[in-house]
């Protein structure tokens, strides 16, 4: 099985920057398609950011994009997103997906497209 581990959540001012980190074990050896997503307390979770298996191709949110930044490493088996300009509206657990079958160019933006999914890590932006 793919196990995903998020880190680099925390507290931050408004305005502030957080890196989240998500690395990848027990089935390292091929790339998968990944994507981002967060569920803050009472709503339901929602899509951010997805990389395809290449890295060559992103997609983000509207409420996210020119803010956010979803990269990858694939010699560290690590995806990355980069937060910039974080508001009090971006608090919430955020938390990492990987689907193994997927296209090399291809990008998934929807929960039911991924089989794996990481324990989130919480985020928290003051005012």
């Known amino acids: 099985q793919v196990q995903l581990v998020e880190s680099g959540g925390g507290l931050v001012q408004a305005g502030g920057s957080l890196r989240l980190s998500c690395a990848a074990s027990g089935r390292t050896g091929s790339t998968y398609a990944m994507g981002w997503f967060r569920q803050a307390p009472g709503k339901e979770r929602e899509f951010v950011a997805a990389?395809?298996?290449?890295?060559?191709?992103?997609y983000y949110a509207d409420s996210v994009k020119g803010r956010f930044t979803i990269s990858r490493d694939n010699a560290k088996n690590t995806v990355y997103l980069q937060m910039n300009m974080l508001e009090p509206e971006d608090t919430a657990v955020y938390y990492c997906?990987?689907?193994?079958?997927?296209?090399?160019?291809?990008?998934?933006?929807?929960?039911?497209?991924?089989?794996?999914w990481g324990q989130g890590t919480q985020v928290t932006v003051s005012s």
């Open positions: 997906a990987a689907r193994i079958i997927a296209l090399a160019t291809r990008v998934f933006t929807s929960e039911m497209q991924y089989e794996y």
């Open positions: 990389i395809s298996r290449s890295g060559t191709n992103t």
